[in-house]
């Protein structure tokens, strides 16, 4: 095998893994605030709905978390495999938020596994949902520190690097970046969002199958508050987003928009097919993209032409990002329909058309999380640490990676089928119904 097959396969593992690894994280991190903010909701409306919500919530996040740890770990072995040449320079400055990553997720793990194991055992139920504090609080950082490495990739910081040897290196200041702050704030609201729409296409699903049952009713309306709220606030941070790489990463604005030619009033470009360098069929909104990058109609957005052929990022991303927008667009608008129909009575919200569009909103939701990282990593090709290192250059020049490919697919594919046969059986041999009555009866037999 030689180098630029081992790059290419170097390459493919790592975005497959990344891949998979970005599904169960992106729950791992959403999940937790949402059992809270249940919990909470059940506690202050006196509500049995919204606590057993928050309990059979927790048993499945449990087997998500199990499933992330295994993916987390294959992250990091890969990094060490695949990328050896750039954990030797990168390794040495932003090693600090990867070390504090796995202790924010042991924070995590320890109070869920207090939490789970000490339902019912306190009095007073507002103790127990102290317990979902630090739970939510590791879940998130542990994004926030995944997500300062990555922001270290496209605004490396933090260091000075004379004659090839590293010096005056400032761990802190690398982690402080200019793309930290946008980055971890939209990975957090994505993360939410996506989560609170997963939820509430399985609350829609059940009510869908005939579990016309007042529990889902309530965790969709639950749902889909917060998966509004948090689309907004992606929404929100997104145009920050834009305005982050319209000055520190012109080239990847330009890539994803198409834009080929630098110049004041620039049009944002929707949907189009590139073909012979002419872009055909697209949605030209004028004036929009310098709006986005500088929130003045007139100014000028750098373009394509100000970089040389290699230093380009691939075109494709601009399809990425037009999937990562319209799902979004979708999402907020979807979600915005069904509260107000509910406060308005609507029947609409009720119709089974309108329930199979949320349940299809929580596959659309991973897939904008899909294309959301997929146009993050591409669009800063063709550098893995920018202006400093190109990816050819970080990877292993070993001839295994074909191996490594197989066994990891082989593994990634059993972990899925593993995990939604369990989630599928855990849930469908206890409905609702059933654990509602159980807890009835034990309630009355406490009293009696």
């Known amino acids: 095998m030689g180098n630029e097959e081992a790059v290419l396969f170097s390459r493919v593992l790592t975005e497959l893994t990344l891949s998979f690894h970005i599904i169960y994280a992106t729950i791992g991190v959403g999940i937790p605030l949402m059992i809270m903010i249940a919990q909470w909701v059940g506690i202050k ?31 990091g072995l890969q990094l060490s495999l695949l990328w050896p040449n750039f954990m030797e320079l990168a390794g040495n400055v932003i090693a600090l938020p990867l070390f504090m990553e796995t202790f924010a997720f042991f924070f995590e793990a320890i109070f869920l596994g207090i939490y789970i194991y000490t339902w019912d055992r306190f009095k007073n139920p507002k103790k127990h949902l102290l317990l979902l504090i630090p739970v939510a609080i590791g879940a998130s950082f542990s994004a926030i520190f995944i997500t300062v490495v990555n922001a270290f990739m496209n605004a490396p910081q933090g260091f000075d690097l004379v004659n090839g040897q590293l010096v005056n290196v400032n761990p802190i200041l690398a982690m402080f970046n200019p793309a930290m702050p946008t980055k971890v704030a939209h990975v957090l609201a994505t993360a939410y969002m996506t989560s609170a729409f ?14 016309n049952h007042v529990y889902h009713k309530k965790a969709l309306l639950l749902t889909m508050k917060m998966g509004l709220i948090f689309s907004i606030a992606a929404a929100v941070i997104g145009d920050f987003s834009g305005k982050y790489l319209a000055e520190y990463q012109p080239e990847k604005l330009a890539a994803a928009e198409w834009h080929f030619e630098t110049e004041k009033g620039a049009p944002l470009i929707l949907y189009g097919v590139l073909a012979d360098g002419e872009v055909k069929y697209a949605i030209k909104i ?15 957005v750098i373009g394509l032409d100000q970089f ?3 230093e380009t990022p691939p075109l494709y991303i601009h399809y990425l990002f037009d999937v990562m927008i319209t799902i979004g667009v979708w999402m907020t608008l979807l979600s915005f329909v069904f509260l107000i129909g509910s406060w308005r009575k609507w029947k609409l919200i009720s119709s089974n058309l309108f329930r199979w569009l949320i349940v299809l909103g929580g596959p659309l ?6 294309a959301g990282w997929w146009m993050a990593e591409v669009g800063r090709q063709p550098w893995i640490l920018r202006g400093l290192m190109r990816t050819k250059e970080a990877a292993t020049t070993s001839g295994q990676v074909d191996v490594m490919l197989l066994l990891f697919s082989g593994l990634y594919i059993v972990l899925a089928i593993g995990s939604v046969v369990v989630l599928t059986r855990m849930f469908r041999k206890n409905p609702v119904e059933r654990e509602l009555a159980d807890r009835a009866s034990e309630k009355e037999g406490a009293t009696v």
């Open 286 to 300: 004028p004036s929009a993209l310098s709006i986005l990058a500088h929130s003045t109609p007139n100014a000028e």
């Open 308 to 310: 040389a052929k290699d």
């Open 45 to 75: 409306k006196q509500d049995e709905h919204y606590i057993l919500l928050a309990r059979r919530w927790t048993r499945g996040f449990v087997i998500t978390v199990a499933v992330g740890v295994v993916t987390g770990t294959a992250i």
């Open 198 to 211: 997963v939820l509430a296409s399985i609350g829609a699903f059940r009510l869908l199958k005939g579990s």
């Open 365 to 370: 939701s991973i897939i904008g999380i899909e």
